[in-house]
């Protein structure tokens, strides 16, 4: 299944490889429950450093997925639903399309158990 959109491909691949480390989903996590916090505040409820938490919200940002704005000193981040969105409806497409490929073997199946029991019932009638 392929993205026609331009750029969609590369953004997908960007969303599905920040999302593939645990720290940086539990930051997402962190921000959708909190609306905004600061590199700081998210620091406090993570087992890792602040400046490894900047990291990994520049993965996320460069993937779409949060933004900063500032105030003041700080930098405060918030979830940027989006590109998240655009990655669900891939996924569901992806999804669709195996669930119609899976309907069709299913379907082949059913005709070809149905033509063999034609055929089993014929011959008992025949012997």
């Known amino acids: 299944m392929t993205d ?20 940086r989903r539990q930051l997402l996590e962190l921000l959708a429950a909190k609306g905004e916090a600061t590199a700081t505040m998210l620091a406090e409820r993570l087992p890792v450093s602040r400046q490894a938490v900047v990291k990994h919200l520049a993965v996320l940002d460069a993937a779409g997925l949060v933004s900063g704005r500032r105030a003041g000193r700080e930098v ?45 019932r014929s011959q008992d009638r025949n012997t």
Do not use: C, F, H
């Open 4 to 23: 026609e959109r331009p750029g969609g491909a590369e953004a997908v691949d960007s969303v599905l490889v920040a999302l593939a480390d645990p720290t």
């Open 76 to 120: 405060r981040y918030a979830v940027r639903p989006a590109a998240l969105d655009a990655t669900a409806r891939w996924m569901a497409a992806l999804a669709a399309d195996w669930d119609r490929r899976l309907a069709n073997i299913k379907r082949v199946a059913e005709a070809a158990e149905r033509e063999a029991g034609t055929n089993d």
